[in-house]
């Protein structure tokens, strides 16, 4: 079944409007028209796709599953035209659409969407979770643009080293000692909370294990912006990398302190598709993602080309 573009546009306003209304005025069209449209696509659908509900029309489990779909579709189509014709980021209206954990989001986002508000104020930008499993897959059909993360991921994708980092112990107050790294015995008398794996730091226990240390795990949560309040309340260590940590004790009564064995290291990388990236929009938004972290402290400095 063939289905055409301006069908899937107006599919997708409407899903993210969730108003016919509202999606007419964004695609400048009758409201009669977008009806008719709609009425067009559940026919060839065999679908409601939406449903009136208390906060407007709410899609149907069948609309969510075709959202990704001619999301990425139509993205694709458009990238493909402009990558044949001068892209403008002055004039765009891009989606561009970053993959982040948590605590990228915390720590990059801002600096990211400056810089794009900056240099491309008609665009957008997506932050998606992270899905440690999907992100190749992704990256080679153009579901994102860029990821950003520590993980190694497999695949083809270009990885480019942007941010360098590394760990440290986390602690509420009363549990640190006055100064100085933590002794083995004062580490190992600890309970943690730890993130699990899928929220893109799964390797946290599995280079402190090569180190020669473990953690007793007392919480395991998947999301790292829930670490201060549970630590205070529950008198728990956390072992976070350096930038956040300092940033949470700016803001909660905790403290850091450095780790009973040599911390260990890891770098922040920037992966994109080798051939979906090599120019375009996608290779102009990689750039500004490099040079909007360039200035960042743990920065790893100009990369090449």
């Not at 730890?194 to 953690?215: C, K, M, N, V, Y």
């Not at 803001?251 to 911390?263: A, G, K, M, N």
Request: proline share 7%.
């Amino acid at each position: 079944m063939s289905m055409d573009l301006n069908l899937l546009r107006t599919f997708l306003e409407i899903y993210e409007a969730r108003s016919v209304t509202r999606a007419a005025q964004e695609l400048s069209l009758t409201q009669p028209t977008v009806s008719h449209t709609l009425a067009r696509l559940r026919t060839q659908l065999g679908d409601p796709l939406f449903v009136r509900g208390p906060g407007g029309l709410e899609p149907t489990a069948r609309a969510n599953e075709l959202f990704q779909v001619f999301r990425s579709a139509v993205d694709n189509i458009d990238a493909a035209v402009d990558s044949n014709s001068a892209f403008d980021p002055a004039t765009t209206r891009r989606t561009f659409r970053i993959c982040l954990s948590d605590i990228g989001e915390v720590i990059f986002l801002p600096r990211i969407m400056a810089r794009l508000a900056a240099l491309a104020p008609a665009a957008n930008l997506e932050s998606v979770p992270m899905a440690v499993d999907r992100i190749p897959h992704w990256l080679a059909h153009g579901q994102v643009d860029a990821v950003l993360t520590s993980l190694v991921l497999g695949g083809g994708a270009r990885r480019e080293g942007v941010i360098k980092d590394r760990y440290v112990c986390l602690l509420p107050h009363a549990l640190a000692p006055k100064r100085g790294k933590l002794t083995h015995a004062q580490f190992d008398a600890l309970g943690f909370v730890t993130i699990d794996p899928t929220a893109g730091h799964g390797q946290i226990e599995e280079r402190l294990g090569e180190s020669g240390i473990s953690l007793r795990t007392a919480l395991r949560v998947h999301h790292f912006s829930v670490l201060p309040s549970v630590q205070l309340e529950s008198s728990l260590a956390s072992v976070v990398p350096l930038e956040i940590a300092e940033r949470f004790c700016r803001q909660w009564p905790l403290v850091h302190r450095e780790l009973p064995v040599d911390s260990p290291a890891f770098s922040v990388d920037l992966y994109t598709d080798h051939k979906i990236a090599a120019g375009g929009p996608v290779l102009w938004f990689r750039e500004l993602v490099r040079d909007a972290l360039r200035e960042m402290p743990s920065a790893l400095g100009p990369a090449g080309p």
